[in-house]
């Protein structure tokens, strides 16, 4: 009997994963066509010079060896009202994770929490950092292809990138600067 509700527990927590990793892929799916394959077609098929390319590349690599302290610098706000009033808390419905997918896989498994106890909470809280640390190397290296590719009068891509990163890169850099508020919140009134 145990063995049987160890093996259906198992399942059923496989077939959660897959859903919310499907429902994520969609929404990298629209980073990825918004501003990475732009940026890799203006440098393959437009007019950007690989030189160019390694160049952005090689920042982007020098951004992700920042530590966690840099990102406690440069955060915005320290007030949840700033990043509201950016609209950060409605972005964070349709972002990967997001209320909406953790909404999509609740009606399948009501009893799901993406966040289950106070020692998750503290991993996000770390995560959060990892996050914006990849997001902050996508949007440098997007913003610098973009500002490349006005110069080369490549204007539909250029806009078309600044958009993606917009979407896809700075406003996830605000969302995880907004759940790195929240989750310090908790954890100080935990303490």
Known sequence: MYFHLLISTV????????????????????LCSTTLAPSLIFFVRGKGEFIWLGIFI???FLISRLKPS?????????????????????????????DYINRQIRRKYPSY??????DMIKEKLEETYVI?????????????????????????IAILIIVGNTLFNFYPNLLQQYNRIRYKRVISKKN
Not at 15 to 25: F, P, T, V
Not at 113 to 118: A, D, E
């Open 11 to 30: 399942t059923k927590n496989k077939a959660l994963e897959n859903q919310r990793y499907r429902l994520n892929l969609i929404i990298i799916s629209f």
């Open 132 to 156: 914006e640390r990849s997001h902050t190397v996508l949007f440098i290296f997007c913003l610098l292809t973009s500002i490349y590719a006005f110069l080369t009068t490549s204007y539909p």
């Open 113 to 118: 929490r993406f966040l289950k106890n106070f």
């Open 58 to 60: 090689a920042i982007g």
């Open 70 to 98: 840099f990102y406690d610098r440069i955060q915005f706000s320290q007030n949840l009202s700033f990043y509201k009033k950016l609209g950060v808390d409605k972005f964070k419905k349709f972002s990967s994770n997001g």
